[in-house]
């Protein structure tokens, strides 16, 4: 009976601690996909979060990809900083030649080939007297499929601004009419202030510099710009109430209204 008694006790317990092991399975496996719940719950909290946050223009590209990528976008961004240094002090120089000292672009041509001209037939004269082999000079030949691809990309460009201006004159987008006009008006004054030159010297510095600095302190910028676009389109509410909404409708917006 002692031994029965020992051999029940020993089977009780083998099965308890059966029981035991089967309940922390349990309870492992419910822990671990909590985890995984709350490790999802995370990054998608993450991801809203990121998709909440405001860029200017409403860019989901980095500024680098914005720009184009490749070479032209590390000169922008200063990536490489002697070509991009390089850049604008050949373009800083162009404009002091022909801003501050009124040199002009014809007579500019004219004294350059003037100086490598003589200079290289000076030095192939003179290497005949010292027995020396004359300078090679190297044939340059424009490539035609450059020259095609820069026509091409041009013509593009050049349609699709004229398709823009079409869209905007024929009164299908009244925003998009007043931007433009408020950017055109802005243009004429600064074309009254400064001449050409200074005002492409000018944007070709700015492109050289706003990008950077934005792509160093984009998110003050973007909580800005956020702010400031809010303001915009509460006035531009208040505008369209007051003074837009009372301009009665031409015959274009009453055919499409009809």
């Not at 996909?33 to 999802?40: A, I, L, V």
Request: proline share 3%; net charge neutral.
């Amino acid at each position: 009976m002692a031994d029965h008694a020992v051999e029940e006790k020993k089977h009780e317990s083998e099965a308890e601690s059966l029981i035991d092991k089967i309940t922390e399975k349990f309870h492992d496996s419910d822990s671990s996909s909590s985890d995984s719940d709350d490790g999802k719950g995370v990054k998608s909290t993450a991801a809203t979060m990121k998709a909440k946050i405001y860029r200017l223009f409403g860019r989901e590209k980095p500024v680098h990809k914005v720009l184009g990528g490749g070479k032209p976008a590390d000169i922008f961004l200063w990536r490489d900083k002697k070509i991009t240094a390089g850049v604008l002090g050949v373009a800083t120089t162009i404009w002091v030649l022909f801003e501050l000292l009124e040199y002009h672009l014809l007579t500019l041509v004219c004294h350059i080939l003037i100086l490598a001209l003589a200079i290289l037939f000076l030095w192939s004269n003179a290497c005949n007297f010292i027995n020396k082999s004359p300078p090679k000079i190297p044939e340059v030949i424009l490539p035609e499929d450059i020259v095609l691809g820069v026509a091409s990309a041009f013509r593009t460009e050049f349609n699709r601004a004229l398709a823009i201006l079409r869209d905007i004159a024929s009164g299908r987008d009244l925003k998009k009419f007043l931007a433009v006009i408020a950017g055109l008006w802005i243009f004429s004054i600064l074309g009254g202030c400064f001449n050409f030159l200074t005002l492409f010297y000018t944007c070709f510095v700015l492109l050289h510099t706003v990008p950077v600095l934005y792509e160093k302190y984009e998110d003050q910028v973007d909580a800005f710009a956020e702010k400031a676009e809010a303001e915009l389109k509460k006035q531009y509410a208040v505008f369209d109430a007051k003074v837009l909404s009372k301009i009665p409708k031409g015959p274009l917006n009453n055919k499409k209204l009809s």
